[in-house]
């Protein structure tokens, strides 16, 4: 297996976009570069050979930097076969589950609605990496825009389902506001306290909270507890099914 790095690239605002290389080839891919610039001079400062951008979805905080990569770099710009009218510049076209090969490793799309209706996210197989976009953050998930709840919750459940190792790379920078928002509701959360002394001395030192792993997710991502009783009885929904929590927590976060 080649073990291949992940860069953190920072772009606009709270964007995290991401490199991924072989350190013995140089050969790389991005994803969802949000602007050229601070990719390409992450690009020139490593040495890199750029042959992919891989996008998750079509918004311009994700898809800002492809045609400028593409026209300076040469690279080819892959993405979602249902969705490929609205990824600028997209080459190369894939389908749900697809394997997309690169330096050995085996990167599997997979489709996940919700946030938009072509939303997909990339998980590297041998490396348990996952970029998942704007479908679930840090302690958070995303907004609904173009999909609905069910949409949203089968995604979501999607990447909770992957290996508890799996690193988790998404699409922006919400911890603190997401971590807020958690211990309102899940406030005897023992985990949840640990991974807010966590946070804060990360952001008190400006360094992303990114990645996060599954199994960190799962012990203290509310939207990955709609199954846990204490959080069903504080929104009144004791005894109901998990999705139903969901969409609740999903419309307070929106008002949050």
């Known amino acids: 297996m080649s073990h291949l790095i992940v860069k953190i690239v920072k772009c606009l ?6 490199i991924i290389f072989n350190p013995n080839s140089k050969k790389a891919i991005v994803i969802d570069p949000a602007e050229a ?10 040495s890199l050979e750029l042959n992919y951008i891989l996008i998750t979805h079509h918004h311009e905080d994700h898809v800002g930097g492809n045609i400028e990569l593409k026209n300076k770099l040469n690279c080819k710009i892959v993405g979602f076969s249902k969705d490929a009218v609205r990824i600028p510049g997209i080459d190369i076209k894939i389908n749900n589950n697809e394997i997309f090969n690169f330096e050995n490793e085996e990167i599997q799309l ?8 072509g939303h997909i996210f990339y998980y590297f197989k041998k490396n348990k990496l996952a970029f998942v976009g704007d479908v679930v953050f840090s302690l958070g998930c995303g907004r609904i825009f173009e999909g609905n ?11 909770r389902s992957l290996p508890d190792e799996t690193k988790i790379y998404c699409g ?8 807020k928002f958690c211990l ?8 949840l306290k ?3 002394n966590e946070v804060q001395k990360l952001r008190g030192n400006n360094l992303p909270t990114i990645p996060t792993t599954i199994l960190d997710e799962k012990k203290s991502n509310i939207f990955f507890r709609c199954n846990n009783e204490s959080i069903a009885r504080k929104l009144e929904l004791e005894g109901q099914p998990p999705i139903k929590v969901f969409k609740k927590l999903r ?4 008002n949050f």
């Open 110 to 117: 997979n489709f996940s609605p919700g946030h938009t209706n």
């Open 13 to 18: 605002s709270n964007n995290y976009s991401y």
């Open 184 to 191: 309102k509701y899940d406030e005897n959360n023992y985990d």
């Open 149 to 159: 709840t069910d949409e949203m919750y089968n995604s979501v459940m999607k990447i």
């Open 37 to 46: 610039t601070p990719v390409m001079n992450e690009i020139n400062k490593l």
């Open 172 to 179: 922006h920078e919400y911890t603190e506001s997401n971590l």
């Open 194 to 196: 640990k991974r807010a």
């Open 251 to 254: 419309e307070l976060k929106d």
